[in-house]
C-alpha cells in the first residue's frame, strides 16, 4: 500500500506523489541542455529537488539522446576545507552513481583510477572528461546537495567543472545541473582569510531555476490519491485548513496528510 512519504526521494510505487516532470518547466530544462548549458536548481530542503532530478534522469536516459546521471555529493561535506579528502568523496560518489544508475562497472573503474594520480585538483575534471570521451551520448549531469560543500572543496570543484566547460560535450559533460538550498550566487566561500563568492567561482550558469511549492489543487490531488487507494475520505470541508496550514510546502502537505491517515 503507498503511503505520504516524509523522509527521503519519493518513489513512485511506494508513496503518493505527484508527476515530478510537472513541477518543473521541462520545456525550458530540455532546451538549456540542448543548447548545452550549465545551470542551477535550488529549493529549500523538503521540496522535492532530489524527486524531480532522478525523474529528469529517467526521463532524458529513456529518450535516448543523452546519457543523465545523478549524482549526491552531501559525503564530501565532511572533508570541511581539505581538498585531496573532498574530490575523494565526490568522485567515489560519481563512480558509485555511475555503477547504481548506468550499470556500468567500467565507467567507476574510470572514475576510482583517478585516485591513485596525484593531483586531486584535477581528480573530478579528468572524469568527467575520460567519461565524455567514451560515451556513445553526450553526457548530462546532475549533482546534488553542491551547496553541503565546505570552503577549498567546494572551490576546487566549481573551478574544475569550469575548466572542462571549453570542451563539451565531446570532451565534457554537454550540461551540468548544480542542485541544492541556495543559489551558487549566494554562496559564501572562506579560503584563506577571503571571502570569494560561488558565482565568481562557477561565471559559466546561464540561470538558476527554483522548485516551487505545491499549488492548492495540487495538495488536494494529493491527499485524493489516498482516498481513491483506500476510500478513506478526506471531508472537502478540510482543505482549506490543510492550506493555510501547509500553504502547500511538500513536506507539510505530506506530514499532515500522513498524520490524519
Not at 148 to 154: Q, S
Request: proline share 4%; aromatic share 8%; hydrophobic share 45%.
Amino acid at each position: 500500500m503507498k503511503t505520504f512519504n516524509t523522509a527521503g526521494p519519493s518513489i513512485p510505487g511506494d508513496h503518493y506523489m505527484l508527476d515530478p516532470l510537472a513541477r518543473i518547466d521541462l520545456t525550458e530544462i530540455e532546451a538549456l541542455i540542448d543548447a548545452k548549458r550549465y545551470f542551477v536548481l535550488h529549493a529549500p530542503r523538503q521540496t522535492g529537488k532530489t524527486t524531480a532530478l532522478l525523474a529528469l534522469m529517467h526521463h532524458l536516459n529513456a529518450q535516448g539522446r543523452y546519457r543523465a546521471l545523478y549524482c549526491n555529493i552531501e559525503a564530501a561535506q565532511a572533508a570541511r576545507g581539505n581538498v585531496h579528502e573532498g574530490m575523494a568523496a565526490i568522485v567515489n560518489a560519481l563512480a558509485s552513481a555511475a555503477s547504481v544508475y548506468w550499470r556500468d562497472e567500467a565507467a567507476a573503474q574510470v572514475a576510482r583510477a583517478r585516485l591513485h594520480e596525484a593531483g586531486a585538483t584535477d581528480w573530478v575534471r579528468a572524469t568527467l572528461e575520460a567519461w565524455s570521451r567514451h560515451s556513445p551520448r553526450p553526457i548530462v549531469l546532475f549533482l546534488d546537495e553542491v551547496d553541503a560543500l565546505v570552503g577549498d572543496t567546494l572551490i576546487s570543484l566549481l573551478r574544475q567543472i569550469r575548466a572542462g566547460y571549453a570542451q563539451r560535450p565531446e570532451a565534457f559533460p554537454q550540461t551540468v545541473v548544480l542542485s541544492g538550498v541556495r543559489d551558487v550566487r549566494d554562496y559564501r566561500i572562506h579560503s584563506g582569510g577571503e571571502i570569494i563568492t560561488g558565482g565568481s567561482a562557477f561565471n559559466i550558469k546561464a540561470v538558476s531555476l527554483r522548485l516551487s511549492n505545491f499549488s492548492r489543487a495540487e495538495c488536494e490531488a494529493l491527499w485524493q490519491q489516498h482516498e481513491a487507494e483506500t476510500g478513506q475520505r478526506f471531508d472537502a470541508a478540510i482543505y482549506p485548513e490543510l492550506w493555510a496550514d501547509t500553504e502547500g510546502q511538500p513536506w507539510l502537505v505530506n506530514a499532515l496528510g500522513h498524520e490524519l491517515t
